[in-house]
């Protein structure tokens, strides 16, 4: 996510880009804690003020120092501060804070429907003046809902019970992937605590089984994604079976029978890909035999043509959800789609992608049409000096490059010139330099550069801050004019 922390130089600060990247083996709820609260600050930053935007720079730029020295909690106060800042409404009191700093983890996250239990704990993430039930007034209100927002269950709780784990006995559900709501009642709306992803599937053990006991036995001609892809899947169930919270809400029930589905080879392994993305979030291994790429993408709902396609490339410490989750709350995804454009958005890790954008087209095109004149590419941090390096790879495959907060070394000569860029930081963005050297070069070089800087903005807002601009710079490159 950080590339550019203190120096221009790489070596300097690679310790803190380590510990950062490091984060991906940690425990996955501290990363979907700091994810959830993230989403949260976007979505009301999106629609607050100038006043309140500026206000909010602060503890944002210390969210993001706390992360890369490895001190969570701290860092989800500081995100949850950022958050009262931008939003509207009162100020809030210390019982409120008490309830937005407490983390909420269920298990099972993936049961059979025969299952009639559900185990929801509560733990503070950080300390506050007022932690724990006394004197913190309202009730709790725990809700599970399906896809189209019914309610399948609902208990009423204690605060007081907030304090530990609530054992609740839900009854069966149906197959399908659902969501935990968990709400504190108070005279004011109702305050959401938390939102996951539950699922249910029916004999899960038995279909699980059937799954691991095929082994490497694929029809002869199997595609190494469609392998891989189920060979990735089957320990995410595992986790998600055994209680492991994941940095995001899996549709597990809807990737079980995606697997099955692969696994038979019937339709083949390239029409069940492009059905399960049509509309929906996938999650995709890419591989060519010898390199592999955790990829989750999206391909439009009502596609029809040669598809346009929007690479995400996350920054140090992300995922391949970062992009759909956080950055801006998903708008970057959400809107290519929108355009009608497949969103692809790989992970990468300290030495880069085991696969180019051009062996990942290559990989796409057994599933998707694509449009190869209309690849664009949106980078942050990190991943800015990734998008860049794409386009020194393969200047011919890429028509428009996006660099957010960060940059890298410029490619060289005619390779940049093939290119449109777009590349943008913000005023107190420890990555403006790094973006703005990346300009200056790409200039030299000869190539057309839209360079933007945003005022009051800092590291992680730049994505949001910049997209609605960014969009009608892909907007115009996708149209053919300058």
């Not at 800042?85 to 009162?90: D, L």
């Not at 399906?146 to 007081?160: F, K, Y």
């Not at 300290?350 to 990942?360: C, I, S, T």
């Not at 892909?474 to 149209?479: H, I, R, S, T």
Request: proline residues 6%; aromatic residues 6%.
């Amino acid at each position: 996510m950080f590339t550019h922390l203190l120096r221009r130089s790489w070596w300097c600060h690679a310790p803190l880009i380590v510990a950062a990247l490091g984060l991906s083996a940690l425990a996955e709820t501290p990363r979907a804690e700091l994810g959830n609260r993230l989403r949260r600050f976007e979505i009301a930053w999106q629609e607050a003020d100038e006043e309140r935007r500026a206000a909010a720079v602060g503890p944002m730029t210390a969210a993001v120092r706390s992360f890369f020295t490895l001190k969570l909690s701290a860092a989800a106060s500081q995100l949850d501060e950022a958050w009262f800042t931008v939003r509207s409404g009162a100020s809030p009191d210390p019982t409120e804070r008490a309830a937005i700093a407490t983390a909420v983890t269920a298990t099972p996250l993936l049961a059979d429907t025969t299952a009639e239990s559900l185990s929801v704990a509560f733990e503070p993430f950080y300390e506050t003046e007022q932690d724990g039930a006394e004197g913190a007034p309202g009730r709790l209100r725990l809700s599970i809902v399906d896809r189209a927002g019914e309610t399948l269950a609902e208990r009423p709780s204690d605060w007081a019970e907030a304090t530990g784990t609530i054992q609740w006995q839900t009854g069966p559900l149906p197959e399908g992937d659902l969501t935990l709501v968990v709400e504190r009642l108070s005279d004011a709306p109702p305050i959401e605590i938390a939102r996951i992803g539950l699922s249910r599937v029916e004999r899960l053990r038995d279909r699980l089984a059937v799954l691991k006991a095929s082994g490497n036995d694929w029809p002869e001609g199997t595609p190494p994604t469609a392998r891989a892809t189920v060979a990735a899947l089957l320990p995410l169930f595992d986790a998600l079976a055994g209680g492991r919270g994941q940095e995001t809400d899996f549709p597990a029930a809807r990737l079980v029978r995606f697997a099955e589905t692969l696994r038979a080879g019937r339709p083949t392994p390239s029409r069940t890909i492009a059905a399960a993305a049509r509309g929906a979030d996938l999650w995709l291994t890419l591989s060519d035999g010898r390199g592999e790429v955790p990829v989750r993408l999206r391909a439009p709902a009502n596609a029809t043509g040669s598809l346009p396609v929007l690479f995400l490339h996350h920054g140090a410490g992300g995922s391949e959800n970062m992009f759909f989750d956080t950055c801006g709350a998903g708008r970057a995804a959400t809107l290519g789609i929108e355009r009608g454009w497949l969103v692809v958005a790989p992970r990468q890790g300290l030495f880069g992608l085991a696969l180019d954008v051009e062996g990942m087209l290559d990989i796409l095109e057994d599933s998707f049409e694509i449009d190869r004149s209309r690849v664009f590419l949106i980078g942050h941090s990190m991943g800015a000096g990734q998008a860049a390096k794409q386009v020194g790879l393969h200047p011919e495959a890429v028509a428009a490059a996006v660099a957010l907060g960060g940059g890298a070394a410029a490619p060289a000569g005619e390779k940049a010139k093939q290119v449109s860029w777009f590349v943008a930081a913000g005023a107190a963005d420890f990555g403006r330099p790094g973006a703005a050297a990346l300009a200056k070069r790409l200039e030299a070089a000869g190539a057309t550069v839209d360079f933007r800087e945003y005022p009051d903005v800092e590291h992680m807002v730049i994505v949001q801050a910049a997209l609605d601009d960014v969009f009608r710079f892909l907007d115009a490159v996708a149209a053919g004019r300058p």
